[in-house]
């Protein structure tokens, strides 16, 4: 499986009162990283739209292990650790691009992929194929 | 013309590294006290969607006065100062609960109406009668 | 242990495109509830504030059972399963507030105590024995 | 005086239920330009701490044209239309990349220059002459 290094910079709307980054906002950087990945593989929203092919999360389990700062630039490195059926399981976790040792959160993020009635359905296999590089 | 007084909390969410609230937020105080009033008055999300009247916010006018600060309680105040064809103007601002002649934020909100093909149409008549109390 | 019930309609800044509250969101509700719980108990802001007291998330796991849809009603409730030490751990949970059997998301969300350096400090007892009602 | 372009994808946190970007987070995107530009001429974060020079938005004014959509690539391109004591305005406006003729939202940003007790002071003279480039 390969592995997707997506950068980002924290901006103040990212930032709480405590001077770090709000919990809630690492789990919008890791779908970041996931979008980013899929538009780079060329399975992005378009080709969504055309499949009516969505995907939902459906579980997050995270770990905040250090906070982050106002305008410190970020990476989400993403794998994806299994792929069955209707669901993806990615292993994403977020470390600062100058020091990549230092490990800010790791998140197990669980998605579906959905129809445009919402109705689970399998993963198409040219997006499993695609991904699995 | 009415006055609606909407109140709300600031959670931790809505703070920036400064301790303030971050101004993109008040925004979002003042089109939730919007959809909290055509929800009192009956011409909610439900009404919208049967009658597939939607709104999109086209100008947005914001003096930031004072800083809001964490866990503080506040009211926004909404006026309807002009509606005229397809379009509402709202005059709305924002004050602390406890003193409420301390005004945080002011704006001038401007909406349009529109079907499901984002085309603009006639606000309701119900819609401005109702609202005109 | 007591259960905390704190209301909360969803707005159109908690939507995503697929017309569902973007997960993430859900995070910011549960911080919501924890908030005003302390809040209703004099153990708030202005207490954290005086005795130096801050609580950060370390640990965060989100079943995502339903999606929530805009202008809904919901209610987060709350209870503390764990207290120890410097960390507390709430389960917490996401509802329709017209048909309370339905659940749109289950959290188990740690926090831990800091002082102003971010240092882990032991809950407050005044704080585990108010909470413990 | 320069103009600064920043890229941007719109990501599904960007969206609301009507399938278009939430109107408040054109505010977020403005915001992000006004920093990265700080940051690419060096008076980016640290030398905003360093130096105890803040900066707090104080009056906004924006013109939503056309919608935003989900990931879609864009552009905020920022002039700084005056500068005086304390105060800057930005002129800025976001356009598709890919048809940067396309304008999506105009708007006109005044920030103020503040210290660490959020007094105005002079914006540093070091600071007018690196953005007048």
């Known amino acids: 499986m390969t592995e997707f290094i997506f950068p980002l910079r ?9 001077g770090m980054v709000y919990h809630a906002n690492f789990l919008k950087y890791f779908e ?3 979008s980013e990945w ?6 992005g929203m378009e080709w969504q739209k055309e499949n009516e092919v969505f995907f939902a999360v459906y579980f997050a389990q995270l770990d905040f292990i250090k906070p982050g700062r106002v305008h410190q ?3 989400v490195v993403s794998r994806i650790s299994e792929m069955k ?7 994403q976790f977020l470390r600062l691009k ?5 490990i800010l959160c790791k998140g197990d993020i669980k998605i579906v992929c959905i129809d445009k009635n ?5 993963i198409p296999k040219f997006f499993v194929q695609t991904i699995k590089g």
């Open 10 to 18: 924290v901006y103040i709307e990212d930032t709480d009162y405590l």
């Open 32 to 34: 970041r990283a996931r």
């Open 38 to 43: 899929a538009e780079q593989i060329g399975l």
């Open 73 to 75: 630039e970020l990476e």
């Open 85 to 91: 059926g209707a669901s993806a399981s990615y292993d």
């Open 98 to 102: 100058s020091s990549p040792e230092i």
């Open 118 to 122: 919402f109705k689970p359905r399998a």
